[in-house]
């Protein structure tokens, strides 16, 4: 079993800045994924970022240029840097890792905070 706790979040005002981090513990393989998806009212739960355990990120086109995905492998740690927000940010985020084992995936999900940006 893998466990993520996620700390960040909040209230902004449009243009302003936060930060997420994710700590995971528990049974993690060496090559896995760590991302951020965020979910809107009413809206499906969307990748924002991920990374590999090589490093390799990835984006979705709306947060392109403006969030930065990083980690800590040494803690187990994925942050999500955000900047220039906007209010069609505000979501629920969640921390994720996904792993497979014998051909089968597996993934794990942090308990979620919430980002409002006002206008």
């Known amino acids: 079993q893998v466990q993520l706790v996620q700390s960040g979040g909040g209230l902004v005002q449009a243009g302003g800045s936060l930060r997420l981090s994710c700590a995971a513990s528990g049974s993690i393989f060496s090559s896995h994924v760590m991302g951020w998806y965020r979910q809107a009212p009413g809206k499906q739960r969307d990748l924002v970022a991920s990374v590999t355990s090589a490093g390799r990120t990835n984006y979705a086109d709306s947060v392109q240029g403006r969030f930065t995905i990083s980690r800590d492998n040494a803690k187990n740690t994925v942050y999500l840097q955000m900047n220039s927000l906007k209010p069609e940010d505000t979501a629920l985020y969640y921390c994720?890792?996904?792993?497979?084992?014998?051909?089968?995936?597996?993934?794990?999900w942090g308990q979620g905070t919430q980002v409002t940006v006002s206008s």
């Open positions: 994720n890792l996904e792993q497979w084992y014998g051909g089968a995936r597996s993934d794990y």
